[in-house]
Nanobody, 121 residues
C-alpha cells in the first residue's frame, strides 16, 4: 500500500522558514513534487524532484526562496521554504508519480493528506 505522509507545517511569521517533509512508502517513484492550495484558489505546482539524479523544478513564485531535496535512504522528500510571505499560506501536499509532466497535478499518481502552512504578516 502506497503512503505519503507529510509533516512540518505550521504557523510562522512573514520572513520566517519552514521545512516540510514527505515520507513515502509502498513503492518507488520516478519523481515527487509539492503542490499547494490556498482557500478559494486552484491547486498549484510548487516544486518537484527527480528521484534518480536529483534534478529539481520550481514554480516562479517560490524559486530562490525554496529548496526541494531528497533522502534516498529514508525515502523522504523535503521542501525547505525561506523568506515566507503571507501569500504562501496554503495546504501543502506532496505527490508522487511515475511519468508525465512535473508541473501538472493530474500527472501525479499518489497524494499525501496535506499539511497546513500559515504565514502571518
Amino acid at each position: 500500500q502506497v503512503q505519503l505522509v507529510e509533516s512540518g507545517g505550521g504557523l510562522v511569521q512573514a520572513g520566517g522558514s519552514l521545512r516540510l517533509s514527505c515520507a513515502a512508502s509502498g513503492r518507488t517513484f520516478t519523481s515527487m513534487g509539492w503542490f499547494r492550495q490556498a482557500p478559494g484558489k486552484e491547486r498549484e505546482f510548487v516544486a518537484a524532484i527527480r528521484w534518480s539524479g536529483g534534478s529539481t523544478y520550481y514554480a516562479d513564485s517560490v524559486k530562490g526562496r525554496s529548496t526541494i531535496s531528497r533522502d534516498n535512504a529514508k525515502n523522504t522528500v523535503y521542501l525547505q521554504m525561506n523568506s515566507l510571505k503571507p501569500e504562501d499560506t496554503a495546504v501543502y501536499s506532496c505527490a508522487a508519480k511515475m511519468r508525465g509532466s512535473y508541473y501538472l497535478a493530474q500527472d501525479y499518481d499518489y497524494w499525501g493528506q496535506g499539511t497546513q502552512v500559515t504565514v502571518s504578516s
